[in-house]
């Protein structure tokens, strides 16, 4: 969940930067006002604080910051994030001007955009600000901003973006630089507010230990494809959380490992996978996620134990996940083989073990990312790494399957390539129940015409524009 100091971002770093260049005078426009925002950055700030202390003896400090519960630009993209922090830090402009007195300032105090300060002086006919008046702005401000995200963006978004608010209350003291107890206002701020955030993560991880009590966990089967015979080799079953703010499962199983939770919600995600798929074609593969730790749960072979199913279980390693000891996880899967499962590397050429953890495991199945699918047709460079891939796998003795096949441009490269098993929204989407897959469907174009389609429609497009 990271520690406060991680959580208070490069804020109090970028107010000590920027304190020598507010001591030397005027500062550019560019360094005075963002200019995506268009809120005062840190010199206006001071000089503010400046001016109330000549006024009052007190000025109250409102620290909001943006930390997101997961990745979002990944999830989401930037196009979309960016559109989140203008859209917070309008809102802040209103509430600036609706709610708030003249003379009181917002301004952005981190350069990244997800950082702003409320400088708050004392009501009209009070000499000192109250930590009652800064709690009670502080609900209005998280209410206006949930109401705004709301109304603008999709709820499985808002509910993984988290605002918090800090608060604390500067006293003027003439024997300490006025530099210093802005840094100390403003650490007492950023420390309520990691308060904050910590609080709300800790309500996160009891719900989701409710849910997995509960177990409303379900699985979706996805097709994967022998594209040589036309035939289904397996399904890949993926758990999918309860409606709400743990629909994505990236975010589910984030707050999971966060929470000590992991392999307890990974047990009944097999136990889900394997109650979905016992009406699988006896051929059939079923496929599904473990991460590297959950290898070392002891109760893993529980679910597999006396099971029909279990030989023709593949558990598929991510590698988007760090492994620390090579050693060990060998061992792991050791004796996970000796059950009769098989082991698969997911999302290899996206993470940080590369070429390496292939080597230690030496899985049944190599799934390329889908990253290397998307477009193919396209590019060059995606054709040599795949057909390098095809090569490698064949040589020592690994299937390898690509995922994201969702054109038949897609599909006509990588069988010219020599790909023989493939996985994507081309073949079937995620279903409550195993589906069969209509081959009659598939387009039967080769790679020379994928190519050909493609740059036809480059030229349409230029043409329209």
């Excluded at 999918?240 to 999971?256: D, H, L, S, T, V």
Aim: hydrophobic share 40%.
């Amino acid at each position: 969940m990271g520690s406060e100091a991680d959580f208070r971002d490069s804020g109090i770093e970028i107010l000590e930067n920027l304190l020598a260049d507010a001591e030397q005078g005027d500062a550019a426009e560019s360094v005075l006002f963002d200019s995506v925002t268009h809120l005062p950055r840190l010199n206006i700030l001071l000089k503010d604080i400046q001016e109330k202390f000549h006024e009052h003896d007190q000025v109250g400090i409102l620290s909001l910051n943006i930390s997101p519960f997961i990745k979002l630009e990944e999830m989401f993209g930037w196009e979309t994030y960016d559109s989140v922090l203008l859209t917070i830090a309008e809102t802040l402009r209103e509430i600036k001007s609706e709610r708030l007195r003249d003379g009181d300032t917002v301004a952005e105090l981190s350069m990244s955009g997800n950082s702003f300060v409320f400088v708050l002086s004392s009501p009209r006919f009070n000499r000192y600000v109250t930590y009652d008046d800064l709690d009670m702005l502080r609900g209005r401000i998280y209410k206006d901003l949930d109401s705004r995200l709301a109304a603008k963006f999709p709820g499985e978004l808002v509910e993984q973006f988290g605002c918090f608010i800090g608060c604390s209350v500067i006293t003027n003291d003439p024997g300490v630089g006025l530099d210093h107890q802005i840094l100390r206002g403003l650490h007492r701020a950023y420390s309520d507010a990691f308060q904050e955030r910590e609080r709300g993560i800790q309500a996160r991880m009891s719900r989701l230990e409710e849910i997995i009590d509960q177990g409303r966990i379900t699985s979706v089967y996805q097709p994967i494809v022998d594209l040589k015979t036309e035939e289904i080799l397996a399904y890949e079953a993926l758990s999918r959380g309860p409606e709400g703010e743990f629909a994505k499962p990236e975010y589910m199983f984030k707050i999971a490992q966060e929470s000590k939770l992991l392999w307890k919600l990974e047990r009944l995600c097999r136990s889900r996978a394997i109650e979905g798929a016992a009406a699988l074609p006896d051929d059939c593969f079923l496929f599904m996620n473990i991460e590297p730790d959950s290898v070392f749960d002891p109760k893993l072979p529980d679910v597999f134990k006396g099971n029909v199913l279990a030989k023709r279980v593949v558990l598929e390693i991510t590698e988007r996940a760090v492994v620390g000891d090579y050693v060990l996880l060998k061992k792991a899967l050791n004796v996970i083989r000796e059950i009769g499962l098989h082991i698969a590397i997911d999302d290899v050429g996206a993470g940080y073990a590369g070429l390496r953890l292939i080597g230690e495991v030496e899985p049944k199945f190599v799934k390329l990312d889908m990253n290397f699918t998307r477009g193919i047709e396209k590019s060059e460079i995606n054709r040599q790494l795949v057909k390098v891939m095809v090569y490698l796998a064949e040589t020592i003795g690994t299937a390898l399957l690509v995922e994201g096949v969702e054109t038949d441009e897609e599909l006509a490269v990588m069988r010219e390539l020599g790909v023989r098993y493939a996985q994507g929204f081309l073949f079937g989407r995620p279903e409550a129940e195993p589906r069969p897959v209509d081959f009659k469907k598939l387009k039967r174009i080769d790679a020379k015409q994928a190519v050909g389609k493609t740059a036809a429609r480059k030229v349409v497009g230029r043409a329209r524009r």
